[in-house]
């Protein structure tokens, strides 16, 4: 990997493990919040919680955190094909 890119994918890397922690904590406040119903009458779906409560926090920081990774791909993948596109400009023959 060429020195110019590797900012990018260790932005790439750190973005995504965020990503992991904050959905697994999502999806632990999800059991947790369904482990309050009885087993017949537990919600099924997505659990987003109301508005300011510890659930929908989750749910958003995990959304910020996607749209930050995804931001941070489509910034190394720009980065790639810029370099693609370098190495291609300097190949062609002279005329």
Do not use: C, H, N
């Not at 260790?10 to 999806?27: C, E, H, T």
Request: no cysteine.
């Amino acid at each position: 990997m060429t020195p110019d890119l590797v900012p990018r994918r260790r932005a790439v890397m750190i973005f995504y493990q965020r990503y992991l922690a904050s959905d697994r904590a999502w999806q632990q406040a999800q059991r947790d919040a369904r482990a309050w119903f009885p087993v017949g009458a537990r919600p099924t779906g997505l659990l987003i919680g109301a508005p300011g409560s510890k659930l929908r926090k989750l749910y958003e920081q995990r959304d910020r955190a996607l749209l930050q990774l995804q931001a941070a791909q489509r910034k190394f993948d720009e980065a790639r094909q810029r370099r693609t596109l370098k190495i291609t400009l300097l190949a062609l023959p002279r005329v």
